[in-house]
């Protein structure tokens, strides 16, 4: 076991570089770069005419170019710019944001808390909400109550978040204005108690939380019910009802251990989403987490801040599946890493 880990650990570090030279390799060809911003800002303060604009760029001599290049450390080849950049990662340098011009790092771990908040929470509730379901659902396999669910899951399961999103936006700004429909906290939280403070959180959460919620648990639930049918039809179960032993404790005990195993193949990678966020979610309701912050920097070209969080959520992304074979082995007594 401690081998496997060791050998899954040391094959982080190529994975990374690879996704990080990539994405590096990318930055430096797309177009509408950081010099490119620069011109463009320098263009519209002057309010300058489509003529103009040319010899806006034009003013600019090879030496201010070129300063401007160094600025921005594009002046290096790109082998060299990137090596240099992972020379800095190594020391938690992830560079300067040019959008914000604060340590990227620094960034990051203040966006974290908020991302944290919706991830952990969220993974809660889908988790308390969906093995019980999904258990009850197998249960009550081709009843009403079970149909009637189906429905409900899948319509949930259907819409994606994002749309969910503004459809409450839409429908609580109209009939019900008293819940915020935007923000991680309101304009006055500083001066709130403590108890304050948490209602606050709390009040400003419940429309983020729901779209987080319907589509993870939708999926969960289903995959929990369709586990444990499958579990309750196998010889190991009938052998156990043969031989007299407690229903409660066959469903319980026997089937369900087995059953929980796909959910288990897929908690490394909910908790890869408790840290990153999600940036459709985050985008609609203005949240300030690391979902909206990878949103914004791809969009304004902060190039520091998209490998900083590519960096960050690519490597919670690999631990996760890590994470999530430990998971099945302590689930699955079958799995062994020799």
Not at 169 to 185: A, K, R
Request: net charge positive.
């Amino acid at each position: 076991m401690k081998q496997y880990i060791f050998r899954r650990l040391f094959l982080l570090i190529p994975t990374l570089i690879g996704i990080t030279f990539l994405t590096f390799f990318i930055t430096r060809f797309v177009p509408g770069g950081p010099i490119e911003q620069t011109l463009m800002e320098m263009q519209f303060s002057s309010q300058s005419s489509t003529s103009q604009q040319s010899t806006a760029q034009e003013g600019l001599s090879e030496e201010e170019l070129q300063n401007l290049k160094k600025f921005y450390g594009l002046d290096k080849p790109i082998l060299v710019a990137y090596i240099q950049w992972l020379g800095k990662v190594v020391q938690f340098d992830f560079g300067t944001s040019y959008r914000y011009n604060e340590s990227v790092w620094k960034i990051i771990r203040g966006r974290l808390p908020v991302s944290l908040f919706y991830g952990i929470i969220t993974t809660l509730l889908a988790y308390f909400i969906a093995i019980p379901l999904g258990i009850y659902k197998a249960l009550k396999h081709n009843t009403w109550i079970d149909s009637f669910s189906s429905m409900l899951i899948f319509s949930g399961y259907a819409i994606p978040a994002f749309l969910l999103g503004l459809l409450l936006l839409s429908f609580v700004s109209q009939y019900m204005p008293s819940i915020p429909i935007n923000g991680f906290t309101s304009d006055e939280f500083d001066s709130l108690s403590t108890i304050g403070k948490i209602i606050d959180i709390l009040h400003h959460s419940i429309l983020p939380l729901i779209c987080y919620t319907v589509g993870s648990f939708a999926a969960m639930t289903l995959l929990m019910k369709n586990s444990l049918l499958d579990n309750l039809h196998t010889n190991y179960i009938r052998t156990a009802f043969a031989k007299g032993l407690p229903k409660r404790r066959i469903i319980y005990v026997h089937a369900l251990r087995n059953s929980l195993i796909p959910l288990a193949a897929t908690f490394g990678h909910n908790i890869s989403l408790v840290f990153t966020g999600s940036y459709l979610i985050e985008t609609v309701f203005n949240i300030n987490g690391l979902g909206l912050l990878g949103y914004q920097a791809v969009t304004e070209r902060d190039y520091p801040v998209v490998l900083g969080s590519l960096l960050f959520s690519s490597f919670l992304f690999l631990f996760g599946n890590l994470l999530s074979d430990l998971c099945l082995a302590t689930v699955d007594p079958r799995i062994r890493f020799n």
